[in-house]
């Protein structure tokens, strides 16, 4: 179904009535997220009989939200169906959080994937040096997130209560999504909850990657010529790569579309390093928009806990620019040379978050 879906919406990117599919897309995001939110609902207590057996703490939900993003290479979606699961009462705030600190974790495997997919393209290029500025992107996000997600679950209890009462009012609204409800309680009612809550992911899904593929008609060389040029300057830099994500929704096109220009050598590791800083913070507007649209004020105050100490934490590592390149930098030349230590790193990559959702599971 998902595989029809994505080339149904190929299709459709490459016509000439782009407006129309992009107004069209964004409709069906918002139906998506309803449907997302009816669905879940309706399938609660089936979904909190697997996940009590399946996320037996907290930390079993970071490595769902961390394995969930590999498998999809989307993060965003992981961490939009973790709020939809907050707002039915089946996960809890803490769970919240770890599964969509979860999903950040493991985001830079789709830039890993585009970096396979210029390799296969471009067979001048070693495989290790295509999948470079995933080990990069990796890098980065788990020096900024990891100490976030430790920061943040620990403060979490003393700081939901002040981001509750500041996000307070947050709506867009939801009135007009309400017109949505005939036809997604009918679709609930029709297929069943967990079929429905599937159809959601796969939708979600689908306009994502439609919103990618619409964002491939951008004239990239243009865009690069003019936008990326200014890597050099570090705050620039970084604020472009928080905006051409934040607008987006997209990290695999804000990422993405680097990728070929790094593997090429006309964007610098050192220039790159603030870019990827934005990027990883912009990818979290869309999720605090998810939690606004399911107007899940708790939903909203933790995702919003997440954003700031993500953006204190990226902040810091910005001061100290200079301190901060130079270690990420070493770790990965390391890593790139050395055979033993790169397959070590990989490994860790997988291991880690498969020992954070099985060793709770299997010691209980």
């Known amino acids: 179904m998902l595989t029809r879906l994505t080339h149904a919406l190929d299709r459709l990117a490459s016509s000439r009535f782009l407006p129309v ?19 879940t609902d309706a399938a609660a207590p089936l979904l909190e009989r697997v996940l009590v057996r399946v996320v037996v ?12 993003a590999y498998a999809l290479g989307n993060g965003s979606v992981i961490a939009a169906v973790a709020v939809s ?34 390799y296969v393209q471009k067979s001048a290029y070693s495989l290790r040096k295509s999948v470079s500025m995933g080990l990069l992107t990796f890098l980065l996000t788990l020096s900024i997130y990891l100490p976030v997600t430790v920061i943040g679950y620990l403060a979490l ?12 009012g947050w709506s867009v609204g939801l009135t007009p999504l309400s017109v949505f409800d005939p036809l997604t309680v009918a679709i609930t009612t029709r297929i069943g909850p967990l079929p429905s809550l599937l159809l959601a992911v796969a939708v979600l899904f689908g306009c994502l990657h439609l919103f990618d593929r ?7 060389t243009t865009l690069r010529q003019r936008v990326f040029s200014h890597f050099q300057h570090t705050s620039v830099s970084f604020v472009i790569g928080l905006v051409v994500t934040g607008v987006t929704t997209s990290v695999a096109f804000s990422l993405g579309v680097i990728v070929p220009l790094y593997n090429r050598g006309y964007v610098e590791r050192d220039e790159l390093i603030p870019y990827v800083l934005g990027a990883n913070l912009g990818t979290l507007l869309d999720t605090l928009f998810v939690a606004v649209v399911l ?70």
């Open 214 to 220: 619409l964002l491939g008609t951008v004239d990239t």
């Open 57 to 68: 703490d907290d930390l079993s939900a970071l490595g769902l939200g961390w394995l969930g």
């Open 85 to 118: 699961l907050f707002t039915a009462d089946v996960v809890s705030p803490s769970q919240l959080f770890l599964l969509v600190a979860g999903s950040r974790l493991g985001a830079a495997a789709i830039v890993v994937f585009i970096g396979a997919l210029d």
């Open 21 to 39: 599919v992009a107004a069209g897309g964004i409709l069906l995001f918002l139906f998506a997220v309803r449907l997302l939110g009816t669905a």
């Open 295 to 364: 107007d899940s004020p708790v939903g909203v105050a933790v995702v919003l806990e997440l954003q700031v100490i993500a953006t204190l934490v990226t902040l810091g590592a910005l001061v100290a620019h200079e301190r901060y390149s130079r270690v990420v930098v070493a770790v990965d030349e390391r890593l790139l040379t050395d055979r033993w230590a790169f397959a070590a790193f990989v490994v860790l990559l997988v291991l880690a978050p498969l020992a954070l959702l099985l060793v709770p599971f299997l010691l209980r």
């Open 157 to 168: 209890p003393f700081l939901r209560g002040p981001f509750r009462a500041v996000s307070r």
